[in-house]
């Protein structure tokens, strides 16, 4: 009796425990599969309680971890993006890995799996990355690209994690090189054109306190001397308020119905007078039936003032200044034409940058501030303004004004 219950007792713990060994892999084969699948563990059997509570919290961690990086990628994703400068990440053997949108617009291609040389194009810039590659340090190099006759700038760092990778940054210094040139050029012909009138203005004065004051006939030649000198320098100081003001859109215009004749006419009729003292014909040529422009007349008069005052400057006496008008598609298009000296045309790009003058030792002062405000004057209202001109035959500026209905 005793023997057949202890046989009962162990086939029950036999059968007990196959039953709990066979319920514990069905359960780690669900607990795998639900796993594979990503899919959310479940409490199977009481015995995986705790490796199910184990796994959720890791697979918690790791969701949060990973949103966390996407998160991340997503920031760095959308400064590359949006960054100016151009960003290469190249392998150690040279190979573009990665290239930012900025990069593909400076180097004008398709950069990915293109080795260093052959992206930058440069030799200098190339040499710049190998000795980044042989020595581990930062490489700098500046070059103006020939093809675009920009200014570029290449970084290249080496990227230790990469083993012997490299991370190249180019930076477009071009508007930064302009600016230079324009700040250089605004301090010479400040300079120049300071100096003229002020070494004027103290000889005049030496000369009247020498004496010349007590002459009767020279004492006025003098003091009007002196009077004109004072107005060019209030003519210099006055135009570079007008360009500061302008560019600074501290300038509101009064837009109006305007007939493009009546404005080519108020203009001529300002400028007739210095025109026939230089020797030259002033010639109005516009139709009578242009449709009106919207514009502010007193600025616009300014653009054609500045420009007839450039084409009797630069033309020599005998010679002809023309004003002209005709319609376009929902503008009209003005124009100054004159037979000077003409403008050569390696300067036709800049003659609208301030402070810039085409030869500084042609005849004629000025701070080559009066394109320039006629520029913005123009773009104001919604118009261009170009020039077309052959060095010997003369010059002829355009500027269009969108018309009334345009």
Not at 69 to 88: K, M, N, P, W
């Amino acid at each position: 009796m005793y023997q057949q219950l202890l046989l009962f007792l162990f086939i029950f713990l036999a059968v007990w425990l196959g039953w709990r060994y066979f319920d514990l892999r069905r359960a780690l084969s669900t607990l795998t599969k639900q796993l594979e699948r990503g899919e959310e563990p479940s409490v199977v059997c009481l015995p995986l309680q705790e490796l199910v509570g184990a796994i959720r919290a890791q697979r918690s961690a790791y969701k949060a971890q990973l949103t966390a990086c996407e998160t991340q990628r997503a920031r760095l994703s959308a400064i590359l993006e949006q960054l100016t400068d151009g960003v290469l990440i190249a392998d150690a053997e040279g190979r573009i890995q990665f290239a930012n949108p900025a990069a593909h617009r400076l180097f004008g291609r398709s950069l990915l799996g293109h080795s260093v040389a052959e992206a930058i194009r440069h030799h200098t810039l190339v040499e710049a990355w190998w000795r980044c590659r042989e020595s581990g340090e930062l490489q700098t190099e500046t070059v103006e690209m020939p093809l675009s006759r920009h200014f570029l700038q290449l970084v290249v760092i080496p990227d230790r994690d990469m083993s012997g990778g490299t991370l190249l940054l180019a930076q477009d210094l071009t508007r930064v090189r302009r600016l230079e040139t324009i700040r250089r050029d605004f301090i010479s012909n400040l300079s120049h054109e300071l100096r003229t009138p002020l070494a004027s203005l103290k000889a005049l004065t030496d000369t009247l306190q020498d004496g010349a004051l007590s002459d009767p006939e020279a004492a006025p030649r003098f003091l009007g001397r002196i009077h004109t000198e004072v107005d060019a320098l209030t003519q210099m100081a006055q135009e570079m308020l007008d360009l500061s003001k302008i560019e600074s859109g501290q300038v509101k215009l009064e837009l109006r119905a305007v007939a493009p004749r009546k404005l080519l006419t108020s203009a001529a009729e300002r400028m007739r007078l210095q025109v026939e003292r230089a020797g030259l014909s002033l010639r109005l040529d516009c139709p009578t039936d242009l449709p009106n422009v919207q514009a502010d007349a007193p600025r616009v008069e300014q653009v054609l003032v500045n420009l007839i005052h450039n084409a009797v400057k630069f033309t020599r006496p005998g010679g002809k200044v023309a004003l002209l008008a005709e319609a376009g598609q929902g503008e009209v298009r003005f124009a100054v034409q004159d037979t000077g000296i003409g403008i050569p045309a390696d300067e036709l790009p800049r003659i609208f940058e301030r402070f810039y003058r085409v030869d500084k030792s042609r005849s004629g002062g000025g701070t080559g501030l009066g394109l320039s405000i006629s520029r913005h004057l123009v773009e104001l209202h919604g118009g261009r303004i170009w020039a077309e001109s052959r060095e010997g035959e003369g010059s002829t500026f355009y500027f269009t004004l969108p018309t009334l209905n345009g």
